[in-house]
């Protein structure tokens, strides 16, 4: 039996004795189980999707990126909270079979209060931002290519390194991004197409490894580009750019939607946009815009 193929079976098979052991040991509810199995098991597609790796041997780091990866999602500070709770328990139990030493969990803490909101670029620091890519290389074409299309989608970062070049119809500049609950087609706004169109028609060929390469955008091995090789990127022509608020691939996603909603979108167009499964997650942002104004009116009413 091949090697990948061993690690899933002990991995299903550790699963479901965790199962029986919530049940006949702990003897947990039925909500309860069905909540612990389902955080862990949305826990192990997502490691395996993201980090490539399993969750015997998922580290800290790996953890703690799950959370924040919740955390950017738009998830409550509540479920947020419970998943940790969840991995927590799933650890003590592994390690009580003597699988693993010690719990990769033990030193992780979540904010249980009210949610951080996030911060937001102003129109000026996007375009200060998305004007720093020189398009004198083919990495100054790339890299504004994945600034511009990352803005004008909102797109989240995993679904725009996972873009296959058959996903991109210039002719008719929309973009189809393929999420974790739902597919949808974006359009791009004319700068945007414009870059895009400059990457593919100019320099993409060029940078493959394989002619065969179905990756739209490609790092200087000519692979697909990782989440790591883009938030070095981003983090580049944040200090190029002299922006001083700190600056995730999500704040682009965060920024596109609070605009949007600032030049009139509405709620229903923009959960669609985002790929949101559930419409609450976008009203988090009408929040952020109710804050904006009250700090306004604290600052500038005579009054206030």
């Known amino acids: 039996m ?3 193929r061993k690690v899933r079976n002990f991995m299903l098979d550790l699963v479901a004795a965790y199962e029986n052991y919530l049940s006949k040991v702990k003897q947990a509810s039925a909500n309860t189980i069905a909540s612990y199995m389902r955080d862990l098991r949305q826990f192990s597609d997502w490691l395996r999707s993201n ?23 738009g998830r409550s500070a ?3 909270s419970r998943n940790l709770a969840s991995l927590k328990n799933f650890y003590s139990y592994v390690v009580s079979t003597g699988f693993i030493e010690a719990t990769p969990v033990k030193d992780i803490r979540v904010d249980r209060g009210e ?5 937001i670029l102003s129109g000026r620091e996007i375009e200060l931002l998305l004007s720093q890519p020189s398009c004198t290389d083919a990495k100054g074409y790339r890299d504004k290519a994945m600034l511009e299309v990352l803005y004008a989608t909102g797109m989240r970062v995993s679904e725009l390194i ?25 359009p791009l706004y004319p700068a945007a197409l414009q870059a895009l169109a400059a990457y593919i028609n100019n320099v993409r060929a ?7 390469e179905k990756a739209l955008f490609v790092n200087v091995n000519g692979l697909r580009m990782t989440r790591q090789g883009f938030w070095k990127i981003l983090k580049h022509y944040q200090q190029t750019a002299n922006i001083e608020k700190e600056i995730t691939p999500h704040t682009l996603r965060h920024s596109f939607a609070v605009h949007l909603l600032e030049n009139g979108a509405d709620l229903g167009s923009l959960q669609e946009l985002m790929g949101h499964s559930d419409i609450s997650s976008t009203q988090f942002y009408t929040g952020m815009i109710d804050q904006k104004i009250r700090s306004v009116y604290s600052k500038c009413h005579p009054k206030a």
């Open 78 to 80: 509540a479920t947020v």
């Open 206 to 212: 060029s940078m493959l490894a394989s002619p065969d």
């Open 2 to 4: 091949p090697f990948k």
């Open 51 to 73: 980090e490539d790796t399993d969750v015997v041997d998922a580290t800290q780091v790996n953890i703690a990126r799950y959370l924040s990866h919740l955390e950017e999602d």
């Open 115 to 119: 949610k951080k909101l996030p911060q």
């Open 162 to 186: 996972d873009l296959d070049i058959d996903a991109v119809n210039l002719d008719l500049g929309v973009i189809k991004c393929i999420g974790s609950k739902k597919t949808r087609s974006i």
